[in-house]
């Protein structure tokens, strides 16, 4: 989970000297990773490329000139920005974390895509990226079938109780409708959450999102695919007769009276929240569980490092703020 820390700023070299195209490509790209505590590997930096294609040999070059010049550090297989080449260590702490988060992720997943009216459930955030701390939430995108959003989201919360005794702490951080997935915000920090988000449950419908999101290849060209997922499992047995009995129960006009009870009940609980964050989106195919914009702290926090390297003019608006906000890592 993203906290509000302040990351100190890495010292810089020298002049700022006139970056090729790739080379400030690169550099963005583990400016952008370094919000997070985050170093790379030249994988993952080809993987998230900003705004910019190339070969994975065109990136190790550009990789090595940079470290050559004294504006990027290697520690082991991971690079990070000059001064900063410690987050390696802080890395791999936060793999092993990961790793175990991982373990008791997939037998809860499982559960999650028995759930009614559940289509898709992914992990996002830190998670997503092996980057969770010791502790750390699960942090989770629902897709529901059109029309029970709400009871879609009571029964994942119900979950997140079960799970509590667990040491598992499920966190539903956005819950929207199959009929949704367009995301109406297009910048740089949602085209991330889109890209590193790893499917669970609902492997079609989560291909579908991307593919209604087609314009985060304008920032991330290359990130067509997760860089983790886990074999689906789809509900069986016990499981699948829970979810056929109860979606049958849920239907009809029932369904819907209680659809829109439910709905009616949040809508009070959050109505302060609500007002008071430009983040919160609470309608009939949109449930945001958090309220506090993180989004906003890392695109600030992207554009000042942007400054400290002379690359604030790059060719899309990363700033982009429409109606609709995703929820941060």
């Not at 080379?23 to 370094?34: G, H, M, N, Q, S």
């Not at 999102?209 to 997760?226: F, H, K, T, V």
């Not at 006009?253 to 009870?261: K, V």
Request: charged share 20%.
């Amino acid at each position: 989970m993203l906290d509000n820390r302040t990351v100190s700023s890495p010292p810089l070299p020298g002049v700022l000297p006139p970056f090729t195209e790739l080379e400030a490509a690169v550099l963005r790209t583990l400016l952008y990773a370094d919000i997070f505590d985050y170093p790379l590997t030249a994988a993952e930096a080809h993987h998230f490329l900003i705004e910019t294609q190339a070969a994975l040999p065109e990136v190790q070059t550009a990789l090595a000139t940079l470290s050559a010049d004294g504006w990027v550090e290697r520690l082991g297989g991971y690079y990070a920005l000059a001064g900063r080449a410690e987050l390696a260590l802080l890395r791999q702490s936060r793999q092993r974390h990961s790793t175990e988060l991982k373990q008791k992720m997939r037998w809860w997943g499982y559960w999650l895509g028995c759930l009614p009216f559940v289509r898709m459930a992914a992990v996002t955030g830190a998670l997503a990226m092996a980057n969770a701390p010791e502790g750390d939430d699960i942090d989770l995108l629902i897709v529901t079938a059109p029309g029970r959003v709400w009871l879609a989201r009571a029964a994942v919360v119900a979950l997140v109780y079960a799970a509590r005794p667990f040491g598992v702490r499920l966190c539903p951080n956005y819950v929207l409708a199959q009929s949704s997935l367009a995301q109406t915000q297009r910048d740089l920090y949602i085209a991330h959450e889109l890209a590193q988000m790893a499917p669970l449950v609902g492997r079609a419908v989560y291909h579908a999102m991307r593919a209604a999101n087609g314009w985060l290849r304008d920032y991330l060209p290359q990130a067509d695919e997760p860089r983790w997922s886990e074999a689906e499992q789809l509900p069986r047995g016990l499981g699948r007769l829970f979810q056929q009995v109860s979606e049958w129960m849920l239907s009809g006009r029932f369904g819907d009276a209680l659809e829109a009870w439910e709905y009616r009940r949040k809508q009070r609980k959050f109505a302060c929240a609500a007002q008071t964050s430009a983040a919160a989106q609470l309608d009939a195919e949109h449930v945001k569980g958090h309220f506090n914009d993180h989004g906003q702290w890392v695109r600030a926090a992207y554009e000042a490092r942007l400054a400290r390297y002379g690359l604030e003019n790059p060719s899309i608006d990363y700033m982009d703020f429409t109606e609709n906000h995703f929820v941060s890592a």
